[in-house]
C-alpha cells in the first residue's frame, strides 16, 4: 500500500503529482526545487524590466531548496538524517557545482551518515530554477500513521 504525500509547508508540484509517496519502509520525494511555498517565489532570482530572468543566486536556492525537502521530509513523518539517496539537477554545472558542493557539506557536515548523491547537469528545467533535488528517503515505522 502506498501513502501518498502533501503539505502547504513546501511548494505546490508543477504537475499532477504528489510530493512524496511512502512506499514500504521508502519514501521517494518527487523533484523539489528552490520556490518559496507561501509566495512561490523563487529566492535569489533577479529580473529585467520585461520579466526575464536575468541572473540567479545559487546558495539562495540551494538553502531554499533544502528546506522544501526538509519540510516534505517532516509532513511526511521522516527526518533530513532519514535521507539515503538525492540525485540533484543543476542548470550550470560548471558556474554552481562548487558552490552547491560548499553548502552540502555544511548540511551534511558527516560523510559516513551523508546520504549517496548523484548530481547531473542539464539544460533547464520546468520553472525558472537553477537546482532540483528528487531524494529517497529510509520510511521507519515512527512514521505518522503508524
Given at each position: ?5 502533501r ?13 512524496a ?29 520585461a ?30 538524517e ?37 548530481t ?14 528528487k531524494?529517497?528517503?529510509a ?8
Open positions: 500500500m502506498a501513502n501518498v504525500i503539505t502547504g509547508d513546501a511548494p505546490a508540484p508543477v504537475g499532477r503529482y504528489p510530493h509517496r511512502r512506499i514500504g519502509d521508502l519514501l521517494f520525494l518527487s523533484g523539489i526545487g528552490p520556490r518559496d511555498a507561501r509566495t512561490n517565489a523563487v529566492p535569489g532570482n533577479e529580473h529585467d524590466e520579466g526575464r530572468l536575468v541572473a540567479y543566486d545559487i546558495e539562495a536556492q540551494t538553502r531554499s531548496v533544502f528546506a522544501n525537502v526538509r519540510a516534505v521530509l517532516e509532513a511526511s513523518g521522516a527526518r533530513w532519514d535521507l539515503v539517496d538525492v540525485t540533484v539537477y543543476l542548470t550550470d554545472m560548471a558556474r554552481d557545482f562548487a558552490a552547491y558542493n560548499a553548502l552540502w557539506a555544511e548540511y551534511f557536515p558527516d560523510i559516513d551518515t551523508a546520504p549517496c548523491r548523484t547531473l547537469g542539464i539544460t533547464a528545467l520546468p520553472t525558472p530554477i537553477a537546482i532540483e533535488l531524494c529517497v528517503a520510511a521507519p515505522s515512527r512514521f505518522v500513521g503508524e
